[in-house]
Every structure is written in C-alpha cells, then in structure tokens.
C-alpha cells in the first residue's frame, strides 16, 4: 500500500476523504423519494461497499485477503454490526430531518465513543473532555428544543442511534487492534445487505428501485469506499486530535452542499440547529485542543 509519512501532504489526503464523505447527504438529496426506497438505497450501497471493498483488499493482500475475515473474530462483528446499524439509521435520520441535524447527531460521535471506552474499556475521560461532552450535549438539546414535530424529532433520534453506531465500530477496534478495520466495514457493507434483503422480502417489495436511483445508491457506496481508502492512506501521519478536527470537513461541507442554491436543495438551517451545531463545533475544538498532546494515531488498514 502506498504510504505516506509527511503530515503536510496527509492532511489534504485526508480532508478530500472528509469532502467525498459530505456529498453523501447530496446524493439522498437529490433521489427520488428516498423515504419510499430506504431499504433498496442499503441494498444496494451494501453490495457496493462490500465489493469494492473486497477488490482492493485483493489488490492490497492478494489472493488470501479472504483470511482476515477469519481474523476478524468477536470484535470484528460487533464493530461490523455497529457499522451496520450506523449506516442503516443514517437514511432513516436524513429522510426524517434536516441534513444538518443529521451531521450534527454524527459529529457527537467522538464522545459517544469516550463515553464507550470508558463504560466498556475502563478508558479514564479527564475532566476538560466531560466538559467537552456537556457542551455538546446542551447543543444537542437545543437542536431538539426546535425540533418538535415527531417525524424530525425521529429523525434527531436515528442520527444519535447512527452516531452511536460508529462509535461500537471505533471502541471495537480499540479494545481489539489487530481487527482488520476494512474487513469490519465490509462486514458491515453485508450485515446491510443482508438486513435489507429479509425486510424487501418480509415486505414483499422489489430489490429495484428507478435507474436513477440506483445509480445514486451506487455512487453513494463507491464514495464511501474511495473516502475509506483516502483516509487509510492519510490517517497514518495524522495523531488523533488533528483527526477529530479534520472530521468537521465532512460535517461543515455535507450542511454546505445541501444549502448551495446553486445545487438545488437550499436546506437553511433552523435558529436552534445553528446555535446548536455551534456549541457541538465548540466542544470539538476544545476536545481536540485537549488531546493535542496525545500522539496516538488511528489509521484504518
């Protein structure tokens, strides 16, 4: 695998990563009647993403990439599953909401995961980072306060259970290091498919959608797959506090795309969103300032 050790030059990598990431919400944007389809969208991207995935380990590993899945072991499908549930939750928040409202659940998900580590992996939390943590927690509860109707109100529950997802899929490869990380997501990628597929048949759907519609889901999928293997290639020269900042690409562009009038949608935020997602980018900020002497990296391999 290509490598890079020169942090100047991984930061782009890695912020493009975070660029492919935030076109996702676009892309639901721009389906038709996403909130008719939400199980042949995961269908579909589920197969994308366990495919790609599996090429470029087969082009990274060789022919015996297939014995990491064997490698996997427990933590590899609770991680797989927490991914899945993460990405499963994810449509349901966005079709239900603002896309904002659904970044912002996601960009809990650093505390969630503290929150994890030191329920499950007895990871002390300092004080400066619960500090952190009630910040963004009074944020989230702003955003909710202007959001009382019960399809969005729904909509803030699935984006907390998305960010929740992934937070099981980090602490799962910090209680266990040596999982294959990409194999965990291709799990996850099947664990969608699979999913989908008993609820399509329980409900006596199609699989097929409109072309135009797959040819979303599929982009969808094949963005999050080029954006893991950026993000791979860049994550290894960058320590976890710059990673945890350069994570608001993803946020701050997906929230920009949707509202460019120029694009179509022009999504504008609430009052209570903005002032919200400003006290979530806040404890951000502050949460990352103080890790900043923590060296620890994080790559995905």
């Known amino acids: 695998m290509f490598v890079i050790k020169n942090e100047k030059i991984a930061i782009p990598i890695v912020l493009f990563a975070g660029l492919l990431w935030s076109l996702g919400p676009l892309l639901v944007r721009y389906m038709d009647q996403p909130n008719q389809v939400p199980w042949q969208y995961l269908f579909t991207r589920g197969v994308v993403i366990f495919i790609l995935l599996n090429i470029y380990l087969f082009f990274e590993e060789g022919k015996n990439f297939y014995k990491n899945y064997l490698k996997a072991g427990l933590s590899g499908l609770i ?3 927490g991914l899945g549930l993460a990405m499963i939750t994810f449509i349901y928040s ?10 912002l659940c996601l960009a809990a998900m650093p505390f969630m995961t503290a929150l994890l580590g030191f329920l499950f992996l007895k990871e002390k939390i300092s004080i400066n980072v619960w500090i952190a ?12 306060l202007g959001n009382t109707n ?8 699935f984006g907390l259970v998305s960010a929740m997802g992934f937070s099981i899929f980090s602490v799962s490869l910090r209680w266990r290091k040596e999982t ?11 664990i969608c498919v699979i999913v989908s597929t008993i609820m399509i048949v329980e409900s006596q759907q199609s699989f097929l959608s409109s072309g135009y519609n797959h040819g979303l889901f599929s982009m969808h999928g094949t963005i999050v797959c080029l954006g893991l293997i950026l993000y791979s290639i860049g994550s290894k020269a960058i320590p976890a506090a710059e990673l945890t900042l350069l994570s608001l690409t993803e946020i701050i562009g997906g929230i920009f795309w949707v509202w460019l009038p120029i694009l179509g949608i022009n999504e504008i935020p609430s009052n209570n969103t903005i002032i919200g997602g400003f006290l979530i980018f806040m404890s951000i900020i502050y949460y990352s300032l103080t890790i900043k002497t923590n060296r620890r990296f994080i790559a995905l391999n």
């Open 150 to 157: 019960i399809g969005s109100l729904m909509g803030l529950v």
């Open 79 to 81: 991680g797989g599953s």
């Open 180 to 190: 294959p990380k990409f194999t965990t997501v291709s799990i996850a990628g099947l």
């Open 94 to 103: 966005i079709i239900n909401t603002s896309t904002a409202i659904t970044l």
């Open 133 to 144: 943590i009630i910040v963004a927690v009074i944020g989230i509860i702003i955003i909710a």
